[in-house]
């Protein structure tokens, strides 16, 4: 499944790479898509097979016609185990009311996400040197809060991190996929607005998946393996205090907007203005939080 899943994921970057190579050009040989793509020859050749076989190529790599969003893997097929734990350990935390403190048990957990105890674990450890989670006798961790100087730091480098990569994300061509992807987050949004009142618990996994689609066009491995962390303290942690929940969320939800908006722009100094702004926010509620916690 692991390897059904990475293979699907790499396919759909190399339909991305057909896409901004453009109609009658050549992809070339296959030791330039694999440098291109980051890529094993192995799977470069797997798929040209899949693209030639559906017409997309010719035999000698010229593109033929443009790839239908039909012909992309579905995301949900395409995440690896780790994020699937990731998202699942996540929405769990989010549901529950308990915050700093609260006993987590590996082996449950694992049965009740269908994956491995070993793949639970290495989740949990990946946690643990940064002092967010001890493990205690008989396979149990326990969350532990963060102090104020562990979350501005956080917050520097996650400040640091999503200004490059939405300035990289303005230059992403008119035909990158993410761009239809940031519009469809944009009127999830709008809609989220129309039932704020019973439904602000959705905005969680809007804003999750807004900063993930973001930070993903660095192209940085180092932001892609920070990012799991800087998704648990910035998207959930606040959360454990439910005080004005909502009226947060809403607030965030126009945020969201305007950011959102100044990228579709294309306007490098609106973008710089609401990352800014967002991000100053979500730094001024994330320090509240630890102070209500003390």
């Given amino acids: 499944m692991r390897s059904e899943n990475l293979f699907k994921r790499q396919f759909n970057e190399f339909l991305r790479h057909v896409q901004s190579v453009g109609h009658g050009r050549s992809l070339g040989s296959e030791r330039e898509i694999g440098r291109t793509l980051g890529t094993s020859r192995t799977t470069v050749r797997k798929c040209l097979a899949a693209a030639t076989e559906s017409g997309l190529l010719s035999r000698d790599r010229i593109v033929l016609r443009q790839a239908e969003p039909s012909e992309l893997y579905p995301e949900a097929e395409?995440?690896?185990?780790?994020?699937?734990?990731?998202?699942?350990?996540?929405?769990?935390?989010?549901?529950?009311?308990?915050?700093?403190?609260?006993?987590?048990?590996?082996?449950?957990?694992?049965?009740?996400?269908?994956?491995?105890?070993?793949?639970i674990r290495e989740f949990l450890q990946s946690f643990r040197h940064f002092g967010l989670l001890e493990r205690e006798a008989g396979g149990k961790w326990v969350f532990r809060g963060m102090t104020?100087?562990?979350?501005?730091?956080?917050?520097?480098?996650?400040?640091?991190?999503?200004?490059?990569?939405?300035?990289?994300?303005?230059?992403?061509?008119?035909?990158?996929?993410?761009?239809?992807?940031?519009?469809?987050?944009?009127?999830?949004?709008?809609?989220?607005?129309?039932?704020?009142?019973?439904?602000?618990?959705?905005?969680?996994?809007?804003d999750e998946q807004l900063h993930r689609l973001i930070n993903s066009a660095s192209s940085n491995r180092f932001v892609?393996?920070?990012?799991?962390?800087?998704?648990?303290?910035?998207?959930?942690?606040?959360?454990?205090?439910?005080?004005?929940?909502?009226?947060?969320?809403?607030?965030?939800?126009?945020?969201?907007?305007?950011?959102?908006?100044?990228?579709?722009s294309r306007d490098q100094r609106k973008i710089s203005q609401t990352c800014t702004a967002h991000l100053s926010e979500a730094r001024r509620t994330l320090l509240a939080s630890i102070t209500r916690e003390t």
């Fill in 78 to 119: 395409t995440i690896s185990p780790t994020l699937t734990v990731e998202r699942a350990f996540l929405t769990w935390i989010l549901q529950s009311d308990s915050g700093p403190g609260q006993a987590i048990n590996a082996l449950q957990l694992a049965r009740q996400f269908s994956v491995s105890t070993t793949t």
């Fill in 148 to 206: 104020l100087e562990f979350a501005n730091e956080l917050s520097d480098i996650r400040e640091i991190f999503e200004m490059r990569s939405v300035m990289r994300f303005a230059e992403l061509d008119d035909g990158d996929p993410s761009w239809n992807e940031l519009r469809r987050l944009r009127t999830e949004h709008l809609e989220l607005l129309e039932t704020i009142e019973t439904d602000y618990h959705r905005f969680s996994l809007l």
């Fill in 224 to 264: 892609t393996e920070f990012y799991h962390v800087i998704s648990l303290i910035f998207f959930y942690h606040y959360q454990w205090n439910k005080k004005d929940e909502r009226i947060r969320n809403e607030a965030a939800v126009y945020q969201h907007l305007a950011y959102i908006d100044a990228i579709l």
